[in-house]
């Protein structure tokens, strides 16, 4: 394996965990981990085998093992409003509110994310997503399916925002739905 090798497939790892974690920071973490593995176990690498393939194997199960972790960690998905205070934003009230996709992605569930992501994104055939996802063909197709209806249904939902209440108590104004920017 030479380092050349690893080194033209960094900017693709990187798009893939960003599209992953939805957070640069945590994107890298994860690129600088999987690299890291496969400088350790390079020794289990194929030679003349897909080395695409198997570090993003490397990330996938990295990833993978991330999400399990911290599902222990919090069983039952609660979170410490102040360990998370700094991600929230109060919307600008003046300004339309756009698609945001990557917080769509990011509601999808973790198997069929990995699936689209690696499928749309990278562009590799079902048999590599088979591969790095350890699943059938048929399952990678399937997750897929399901990943792009549900990704439709939450780029059609209306907006669910907060109306301020008048003096009576009920809400004043519209909802005002969701518009795709391409």
Known sequence: MN???IVDQIPALRRYARALT????AADDLVQDTLERACSK???WAVGSNLRAWLFTLMHNLFANSVR?????SP????DIDDVA???????PGVDQAIDLQRCLLRLPMDQRAVLLLVSLEDMSYADVARITAVPMGTVMSRLSRARRHLQELLDEPA???QPASATGKPTG???PLRRVK
């Open 69 to 73: 972790t911290a599902k222990r960690q």
């Open 160 to 162: 669910r925002t907060a």
């Open 3 to 5: 380092s050349q090798s």
């Open 174 to 176: 519209s909802v005002t």
């Open 22 to 25: 939805g957070d640069a920071w």
């Open 42 to 44: 390079w020794r289990l």
């Open 86 to 92: 700094h991600e929230f934003h109060a919307a600008d």
């Open 76 to 79: 039952d998905g609660t979170v």
